[in-house]
């Protein structure tokens, strides 16, 4: 079992920064891949970026490329999100997830907003 909980969240102007953290319980945090995921108002949850458990690959969904950073310690088991550049279209709730062979935990989510 593996508990998620996200901070960091909040209202920045277009053009600004947040970093969230997302702290994970258990002994094992090097074995899953960590992720975040956000969902907008009226729409469906989407992918935004992921890494693997070493740390040594990571994953962004084209929305993000180039803004978003996504970074783990696995000492601390934490994962990390930074945002850089943030839009509007980025307000969403941002959901940290965890994922070893078939199982998956999820956070209680974040809320973030961009103001323009």
């Known amino acids: 079992q593996v508990q998620l909980v996200e901070s960091g969240g909040g209202l920045v102007q277009t053009g600004g920064s947040l970093r969230l953290s997302c702290a994970a319980s258990?002994?094992?945090?090097?074995?899953?891949?960590m992720g975040w995921f956000r969902q907008a108002p009226g729409k469906e949850r989407e992918f935004v970026a992921s890494?693997?458990?070493?740390?040594?690959?990571?994953y962004y969904a084209d929305s993000v490329k180039g803004r978003f950073t996504i970074s783990r310690d696995n000492a601390k088991n934490t994962v990390y999100l930074q945002m850089n550049s943030l839009k509007p279209e980025d307000t969403a709730v941002y959901y940290c997830h965890a994922r070893w062979d078939a199982l998956n935990y999820w956070g209680q989510g974040t809320q973030v907003t961009v103001s323009s």
């Open positions: 258990g002994r094992t945090f090097s074995s899953y891949a």
């Open positions: 890494i693997t458990g070493s740390g040594d690959n990571t």
